[in-house]
């Protein structure tokens, strides 16, 4: 969410972002990287020392797909607003009820 906050922040800070088009990557989620180290980890959790023999050194994980930083940046920006336009209702008639509406009348 760093990178999200970074370039909302200065979405509302400026009258003009300018974001490259050219720079071409796949973003890569933590939860994505921490999920897989775990699932990497708990194949060693029988014998560690053996495990840890066969699999050391250095490991590259990265996400499918591509996007420029300009398109990445604009999603980001339109999900950040549209989750500021979303609210939560714990009740299904409250989600249709315009404020100051009474719906027991």
């Known amino acids: 969410m760093l990178i999200a906050g970074s370039f909302f922040k200065l979405a509302r800070e400026r009258e ?3 974001v490259v088009n050219d ?3 796949a973003p890569t989620w933590s939860r994505a990287i921490a999920e897989i180290t775990s699932q990497i980890s708990a194949q060693g959790m029988g ?3 053996e495990f840890s023999d066969r699999h050391t050194g250095l490991y590259h994980l990265s996400a499918s797909g ?3 930083w300009y398109d990445f940046t604009q999603a980001m920006i339109a999900t950040i607003i ?3 336009l979303l609210k939560s209702c ?3 008639n409250d989600c249709g009820k315009k404020a100051g509406h009474n719906t027991s009348s």
């Open 16 to 18: 003009e972002l300018r």
């Open 23 to 25: 720079k071409i990557g």
């Open 47 to 49: 014998n560690l020392s």
């Open 66 to 68: 591509e996007t420029s």
């Open 82 to 84: 549209l989750c500021a």
């Open 90 to 92: 714990f009740i299904r």
